[in-house]
């Protein structure tokens, strides 16, 4: 059986230019004017609770196996390999930084650090299910000042966003790598069943 190769873009290269026109131009601005606070928890909260029970089933290598999937809307190129663990990492990468810009905005302070898409990526694959829940669960106490700060802070890829911003955006993030995973783990089937 001859084996297949292939050459993922480098981190950092960005979505296809049509896809981050959708998603610039129609998705992030539907959802920043459609979703208020309370409504974008709930979409999280709903998101997470699909990944728990996606990976409930799943053992250790089956977790931490590297798999090439199809494009997906949202992802970059070279996250198309990326294992189920590594999702998980990049999840907690980002959240971190997503809610420290919320709090942060929601002190109307400014946000001085550059967001750089290729500074997000996993490392290990060491990311447990359990620290993005605990991550998730403290900001869930998180109670801002407000919910509409006038400080804003841009995202690399799109537009300036202020913190009730973010936070929808942290539910659409959520919700792009839900798909990856389901993905991630469709191929982990159909490579178990041609076995």
Request: charged share 10%; aromatic share 8%; net charge positive.
């Given at each position: 059986m001859k084996t297949q190769t292939?050459?993922?873009?480098?981190?950092?290269?960005?979505?296809?230019?049509i896809e981050k026109a959708f998603i610039k131009y129609l998705l992030v601005p539907l959802a920043r004017y459609a979703l208020g606070w309370k409504s974008a928890r709930i979409w999280l909260d709903h998101e997470m609770r699909c990944i728990t029970e996606m990976l409930a089933p799943l053992s250790q290598e089956q977790y931490r196996q590297r798999i090439l999937i199809d494009h997906h809307l949202g992802i970059e190129d070279d996250t198309r390999d990326w294992s189920v663990s590594m999702v998980i990492e990049h999840l907690i990468i980002v959240d971190t930084g997503i809610i420290k810009v919320i709090k942060t905005l929601g002190k109307e302070e400014r946000v001085d650090q550059e967001i750089r898409i290729e500074d997000v990526k996993p490392h290990q694959g060491a990311g447990t299910l359990s620290e993005l829940q605990l991550l998730l669960d403290d900001y869930r106490c998180y109670l801002p000042p407000k919910r509409n700060s006038h400080m804003t802070k841009a995202h690399p890829w799109f537009v300036e966003f202020n913190d009730r911003e973010w936070h929808t955006f942290l539910a659409i993030h959520t919700w792009v790598h839900k798909r990856q995973i389901k993905a991630i783990l469709t191929k982990l089937k159909e490579s178990a069943s041609a076995r």
């Open positions: 292939y050459t993922l873009q480098p981190p950092g290269a960005g979505l296809p230019k």
